[in-house]
């Protein structure tokens, strides 16, 4: 155990994730044999990571105290926030009275107060603010005296108006009260019932008439340093939210009505979000679309977190009906999911942390966009969602050459080139009979949407659900740009299937195929 009091046992930055702070366990070690244990640690960690092609959340050992650290030792904890709200892209979580090995020590009240008094000079330092997330009482080896252990948010005020923005897609069955929670978080007011905070994000007349959303809208939630809302509500613009924000989420409101699915596919792989929510109304429980879009979620390989929505229109009975049939569903082999329902701002807060941090986490929240019962929980939720990848990977991307899709716009160092035909590695995940050559199927690849025909499948006749295969596809219209290694999601009524662009046919290629077609279909005249 390090004492903190002295300022000795200095604390290296080492493995950090986002949400914790860290602190050595007191074992008396050499540097020679520390050394040697951290390059056999490098080693495993190198070909652990070379294995999986995303790198995981740093991971932050736990603070002990901070109390009375002497200048040196401030300094030193000063740094080592500071790179820590790097790593985290602006934020950071300190878990105070808790050893490295997760033991709940806890402090007494005096020394949890100097910690904290401690915890926000380095903040000020570093022009950071700090929130309590959270604070409960521990018994630690019988002890009269009242112990505590606390998480505190550790936020950057922003520099030259940068924040960390976080994009979030929003799934659910039509009815299922999207577009009025994104209201009532955005604009700050309870809708009264019928649907007054759902006006303001619609885009066309239909939409005002019929109450559903037929488009993709965009609306923003923000965070400042301290944790508070920053919305509408204040008779703000969008640029002064963005301007008093520290955090961003950018909500991308889907259509849910089956007719515009191809609409939602279009923003769900056009807009690249980090998470998705999907909005399920308690009174109805999964209907229409909303097993679709779990999986279209899943196939994308979104992490997905789910509200249960107008819990104010129905019995707790119908309510705790809708949550078991949710946790029946996410159970599945298909799923492989854990539920975790939010009940209270401390499971909101264990569940922002473990979302990220395993891909089978699924939180679930009840909430009322009229009444606002657990509205402040989702708030919570949201507050300290971190993101997905860390300091090096997102400077890492800013390295990457420049490609924009609407048209597209990319760097001339790319050669990018145009094909009408192409070859993916597919899945097969629903087809009522068989899939073949012949077969026409809608193409979604980022902002590519269009029809497609199945020119050969490589080694195969014939595909069912389920099987996997190489397939050559020829688009019917004009050519299009593609990527290789660009994920790739099809459909075509109910034939639904997903994978990734392995292979562009050049121009040439092209034209010489299509012209021994024509020459073909000449002579069989």
């Not at 577009?179 to 009264?192: F, I, M, R, Y």
């Not at 005002?208 to 400042?224: K, V």
């Not at 705790?320 to 539920?339: A, F, S």
Request: aromatic residues 6%; positive net charge; contains cysteine.
């Amino acid at each position: 155990m390090v004492d903190l009091l002295s300022g000795s046992g200095a604390v290296s930055p080492g493995h950090v994730r986002h949400g914790q702070g860290s602190c050595n366990n007191g074992k008396k070690t050499s540097k020679k044999s520390r050394t040697r244990r951290g390059k056999r640690g490098r080693k495993r960690r190198s070909k652990k990571s070379s294995r999986n092609n995303k790198t995981p959340p740093p991971y932050f050992p736990p603070e002990l105290k901070l109390v009375n650290p002497t200048q040196y030792r401030f300094e030193h904890l000063a740094t080592q926030l500071k790179w820590r709200l790097q790593e985290g892209r602006g934020e950071a979580v300190y878990q105070i009275g808790v050893e490295d090995n997760g033991l709940l020590v806890g402090l007494t009240e005096a020394d949890m107060r100097a910690s904290l008094k401690t915890l926000k000079r380095m903040a000020e330092k570093v022009g950071a603010d700090i929130t309590l997330l959270r604070e409960r009482e521990v018994d630690y080896d019988s002890d009269r005296n009242t112990r505590k252990i606390a998480e505190v948010l550790v936020r950057k005020v922003p520099d030259d108006q940068q924040f960390l923005d976080l994009r979030v897609a929003v799934l659910g069955n039509v009815d299922s009260g999207k577009s009025t929670l994104l209201g009532v978080l955005t604009q700050g007011e309870l809708d009264n019932g019928r649907g007054r905070a759902r006006l303001n994000l619609f885009r066309h007349l239909h939409e005002i008439q019929t109450g559903r959303t037929s488009s993709i809208s965009f609306e923003i939630l923000g965070f400042n340093s301290k944790g508070e809302v920053v919305n509408y509500s204040e008779s703000r613009t969008a640029e002064e939210i963005c301007e008093s924000s520290s955090k961003m989420i950018t909500f991308i409101d889907l259509a849910g009505h089956h007719k515009y699915l191809k609409t939602t596919i279009f923003g769900l792989t056009s807009y690249c979000p980090d998470f998705a929510v999907l909005v399920v109304s308690a009174n109805t429980g999964i209907a229409g679309t909303t097993r679709e879009h779990l999986g279209l979620a899943m196939a994308l390989k979104l992490p997905i977190f789910i509200v249960v929505s107008k819990v104010d229109l129905c019995s707790r009975s119908t309510v705790d009906r809708t949550v078991r049939q949710l946790e029946r569903v996410l159970k599945q082999p298909g799923c492989n999911k854990v539920p975790m329902v939010v009940l209270n701002p401390d499971d909101a807060v264990t569940a922002a942390q473990q979302f990220t941090q395993s891909a089978c986490i699924t939180p679930i929240f009840t909430l009322s966009s009229v009444s606002g019962e657990n509205l402040d929980l989702l708030k919570v939720f949201l507050n300290i969602l971190p993101p997905l990848s860390n300091s090096k990977e997102q400077e890492e991307l800013m390295q990457q050459l420049t490609e924009f899709q609407g048209m597209v716009m990319v760097s001339p160092k790319m050669n990018p080139t145009i094909c009408c035909q192409f070859e993916a590695a597919i899945v097969l995940l629903f087809h009522a009979k068989t899939f073949r050559r012949g077969s026409q199927v809608t193409i979604h690849v980022g902002n590519v949407r269009q029809t497609a025909i199945v020119e050969c499948l490589h080694g195969k006749e014939e595909l069912r659900t389920g099987e996997r295969a190489v397939v050559r596809f020829r688009f019917i219209k004009h050519p299009e740009y593609l990527r290789l290694g660009a994920k790739l999601l099809f459909r075509e009524g109910v034939t639904k299937g997903i994978g990734h662009v392995a292979r562009l046919l050049p121009p040439s290629q092209n034209h010489d195929q299509n012209q021994n077609q024509n020459q073909n279909h000449d002579q069989n005249l």
